[in-house]
């Protein structure tokens, strides 16, 4: 999996290219961890449009972030799901934890 990493403001747009699964999981968190401790940044925003694959441990690493961004006083939003994403985000549950925009 590639990452790019955009500022928006006080927004951090993490956006994801290709398959977020177990093997990029430590990818993930190194892009992500620093963030916490950026006190600019109050939202971090996952960004899936190129997302081809998400399995359960990116689910599980997602979980984690909202946790520890939660601790840092900052949100994190879902991005630009495509349906079969939404589908599974809506199955999960997750729709009612995470804003999806």
């Known amino acids: 999996m590639e990452v790019d990493i955009e500022r928006q403001g006080r ?5 994801l290219n290709g398959r977020f699964d177990l093997k990029s999981n430590l990818t993930f968190r190194n ?16 960004g899936f449009s190129r997302v ?3 399995d359960s441990s990116a689910l599980g ?13 900052k ?17 999960s549950q997750f729709h009612t934890i995470f804003p999806i925009e």
Do not use: H, W, Y
């Not at 927004?11 to 956006?15: D, G, K, P």
């Not at 949100?75 to 079969?84: A, T, Y």
């Open 11 to 15: 927004r951090v747009l993490v956006n």
């Open 31 to 46: 892009v992500t961890r620093p963030l916490l401790g950026e006190s600019d940044v109050d939202a971090i925003v996952i």
């Open 52 to 54: 081809s694959f998400v």
């Open 61 to 73: 690493l997602l979980l984690l972030l909202r946790e520890q961004a939660s601790t840092a006083n």
């Open 75 to 91: 949100k994190v939003i879902l991005s630009n799901c495509g349906p079969d994403l939404t589908r599974l985000l809506s199955i």
